[in-house]
């Protein structure tokens, strides 16, 4: 089966070069026609340059498709569209020299054994026949042609990737306002104020605290929304103040394991990203005395990881999944780096990639 797909554009792209060869191919013979009308067309058709210009043609235009799918692929973005258009236009004039020279020297006899002559002997030959002008010329009518072919491919995919930015855009306000929904929960808020309540009778001291961690984490919220990253260091300080809270609201029922060295906290992540990660599994996970749930928090190269041991409920909420979805689609705007996800072993881990520098 993966051979089929494999094939199939390779057997497109010959079909298509094939095409293109012929058209550009009887634009000749009948321009030569015209200019030796006295000549039988049998004798046009039939003469070798026909069967050269053929040639000509196909591997110019295959090497063509080939070579705009590469540059396409090597600058997507619509900025670069300039450094695209140079890039293979120069890549164009070296491509059409080496064809027209390979093309030639088959005809030449170049590649077929000669008793009587060596290959340097007829390599030598070769070249002192062959003029720089008729490469030039060669070159530059495969310029034009290739400008009428690929110039509107270019011009599709540069307002391709225009329009597919602008939905970007888009995606990434609608996932920060997603995002923003997901940690102003009413539902989290709810609980929060009803162990503040039960913390007041019973320990002021601690309620003072929880108080104090739940207005930075809510100050943190409104202060990041806006933002597309945030440093790592102040994402991890946001996240003790929500971890302080779950620790004062779960007890001994949670067990938080941070391995951050401050050697460590350099980069940038999403914000809210790993308060959210954390928020999952507490939602996620049953825990009790009897039954902690083990939360470690840790970097491992380039990404952060949020593992816990597993302890599922069986009853979750209807919007299962959404919000590692959310993050999955914020870092695919932002970074070229996954996001992994791993369950094994009674484990679940969430690594989140860290982005080295911002990119202006």
């Known amino acids: 089966m ?3 797909f494999v094939k199939k554009p390779l057997f497109k792209a010959i079909i298509q070069a094939l ?3 012929l058209v550009v191919t ?3 013979l009948v321009v030569a026609k015209l200019d030796h009308n006295d000549v039988p067309w049998i004798s046009i058709i039939s003469h070798p340059n026909t069967a050269k210009g053929l040639l000509y043609g196909f591997f110019l235009f295959l090497g063509h498709s080939y070579l705009s799918k590469w540059v396409g692929n090597r600058y997507p973005s619509s900025k670069d569209f300039g450094k ?3 890039v293979f236009y120069s890549i164009s004039f070296f491509l059409t020299i080496l064809v027209v020279f390979i093309v030639n020297a ?5 590649f077929t054994p000669n008793v009587s002559q060596s290959f340097s002997q007829r390599f030598h030959h070769f070249i002192h026949q062959q003029r720089v002008a008729y490469y030039f010329q060669t070159a530059m009518v495969s310029w034009c042609i290739s400008m009428i072919f690929f110039g509107f491919y270019f011009y599709k995919r540069f307002k ?3 329009i597919k930015e602008s939905q970007q855009e888009k995606q ?7 995002s923003l929904k997901n940690q102003l929960d009413p539902h989290f808020l709810f609980n929060s104020l009803n162990v503040l309540n039960g913390l007041i009778e019973e320990n002021p001291k601690k309620a003072s605290l929880f108080t104090t961690d739940l207005s930075k984490i809510y100050r943190y919220v409104l202060e990041q929304k806006d933002k597309s990253i945030v440093p790592l260091q102040e994402e991890l300080s946001f996240s003790k103040s929500y971890l302080n809270l779950l620790s004062l609201r779960f007890e001994d029922s949670i067990q938080i394991n941070l391995h951050i060295s401050e050697e460590e906290n350099i980069g940038f992540i999403l914000p809210l990203s790993l308060q959210l990660l954390i928020e999952n599994v507490v939602k996620h996970n049953v825990m009790s005395l009897k039954r902690p749930l083990l939360l470690e928090i840790y970097r491992e190269a380039d990404y952060l990881y949020v593992e816990n041991n597993l302890q599922k409920k069986k009853i979750l909420h209807g919007n299962s999944g959404i919000g590692l979805k959310n993050i999955q689609e914020r870092y695919a705007i932002l970074s070229n780096l996954p996001v992994h996800i791993q369950e094994n072993d009674g484990l679940f881990s969430v690594g989140l990639p860290i982005i080295r520098e911002i990119v202006t």
Not at 172 to 178: C, N, P
């Open 2 to 4: 993966q051979i089929n």
């Open 19 to 21: 095409l293109a060869s």
């Open 26 to 28: 009887i634009y000749f």
């Open 84 to 86: 695209k258009m140079l």
């Open 106 to 110: 088959f005809f030449f006899g170049l």
């Open 160 to 162: 391709d990737y225009q």
């Open 172 to 178: 990434q306000i609608t996932a920060q306002f997603e």
